[in-house]
């Protein structure tokens, strides 16, 4: 069975950075996309970003030009770099892998930005 498991969440005032991390287990991770999604308090989980096997990658409009993902296979693990972070962005982030038809998701990081 796969394992997935985020770190590098925190608190930061707006305007800050966070860089989150992500490492799969259990896949052949160069052949596996990943994704961050995020669940703010009383919002529904949402796409915030994602990576394939190739390195395309997509963003969801609210934070492009602000976050980046990559993915370093030799570590088996793929990063989310938050900048200019706002209050919006307060959430639990979780990473999801994916390959072939299935996906294996992590416990999440908490990510708090105060105005």
């Known amino acids: 069975q796969a394992q997935v498991v985020e770190s590098g969440g925190g608190s930061v005032q707006a305007g800050g950075s966070l860089r989150l991390s992500c490492r799969a287990s259990?896949?052949?991770?160069?052949?596996?996309?990943m994704a961050w999604y995020r669940e703010g308090s009383g919002k529904q989980r949402e796409l915030v970003a994602y990576?394939?096997?190739?390195?395309?990658?997509r963003f969801v409009d609210s934070v492009k030009g602000r976050f980046t993902i990559s993915r370093d296979n030799a570590k088996n693990t793929v990063y989310l770099q938050m900048n200019s972070l706002k209050p919006e962005d307060t959430a639990v982030y979780r990473c999801?892998?994916?390959?072939?038809?299935?996906?294996?998701w992590g416990q999440g990081t908490q990510v708090t930005v105060s105005s």
């Open positions: 990576i394939t096997s190739d390195n395309s990658t």
């Open positions: 259990g896949t052949p991770f160069s052949q596996t996309a």
């Open positions: 999801r892998a994916t390959w072939g038809d299935s996906s294996y």
